[in-house]
């Protein structure tokens, strides 16, 4: 089966701009999340959407917004890019939205904010 | 909030030798506490779980974790290091009512010969 997917691999934007990273969960999971890692730190939580709903929001600017589609598939958008926001963000997927559930990670998109 | 702390951002051990990473959490109710791992220019891979079952846990590749709530820990052993446990291990603790998982800042392992 294949794992999670995270569309594009890489990109690289100018300050300002705006940028939609995708992600595709394992077949059968209906919860995403997002995480932004930048480089020498662990994951910051910025969403969970369950069921196409929003379930959980991290500490994060309403530059970042993310949604969830029929199929689950999600998108994170984030406008007004800054350079601090250049890190690895990663999506992940699990069956359920509660904790105790497995969260499978994708290979993460890196995000390069000139 | 929930949080963890990882202590020691680098840990170097030789081959063959005990992994003991550590990693102390707080909260406020009993927490789901995970592992995983991350080599270089790869996503996170999950060692093992913690949800409230067993206090000693065992994952993949030979590590276990074991859940001391005296202590408020959740240390990562390995009896024998390899080279192919390079890499970085990050702590995590996620709430019960959704996936909003708080990481600790990683460890850095490193495996000499």
């Known amino acids: 089966d294949a794992g999670v997917t995270q569309s594009p691999t890489h990109l690289i934007k100018t300050r300002g701009q705006h940028v939609t990273l995708r992600c595709s969960p394992i077949s059968g999971h209906k919860s995403v999340s997002w995480y932004q890692q930048v480089l020498g730190q662990g994951p910051q939580f910025i969403f969970q959407?369950?069921?196409?709903?929003?379930?959980g929001r991290g500490n994060f600017p309403d530059r970042f917004s993310a949604r969830q589609f029929p199929n689950y598939s999600s998108e994170l958008n984030v406008n007004a890019l800054l350079l601090g926001d250049s890190a690895l963000y990663l999506c992940a997927s699990s069956l359920g939205g509660q904790g105790a559930y497995e969260q499978y990670f994708g290979p993460g998109t890196r995000l390069t904010v000139t | 909030a929930q949080s963890v702390t990882q202590l020691g951002s680098h840990v170097s051990v030789s081959e063959g030798a005990l992994v003991l990473l550590r990693c102390n959490y707080s909260s406020s109710v009993p927490p789901y506490l995970f592992w995983y791992v991350q080599y270089p220019n790869q996503g996170l891979q999950l060692l093992l779980k913690?949800?409230?079952?067993?206090?000693l846990v065992k994952g993949i590749n030979g590590f276990e974790a074991e859940f001391k709530k005296s202590e408020t820990s959740f240390h990562l052993t390995k009896p024998s290091a390899h080279m192919s446990d390079a890499a970085e291990y990050f702590c995590?603790?996620?709430?019960?009512?959704?996936?909003?998982?708080?990481f600790g800042a990683g460890t850095r392992l490193t495996v000499k010969p």
């Open positions: 913690y949800t409230s079952a067993a206090t």
């Open positions: 959407y369950y069921e196409k709903e929003e379930r």
């Open positions: 995590a603790v996620s709430e019960v009512k959704n996936n909003d998982m708080r």
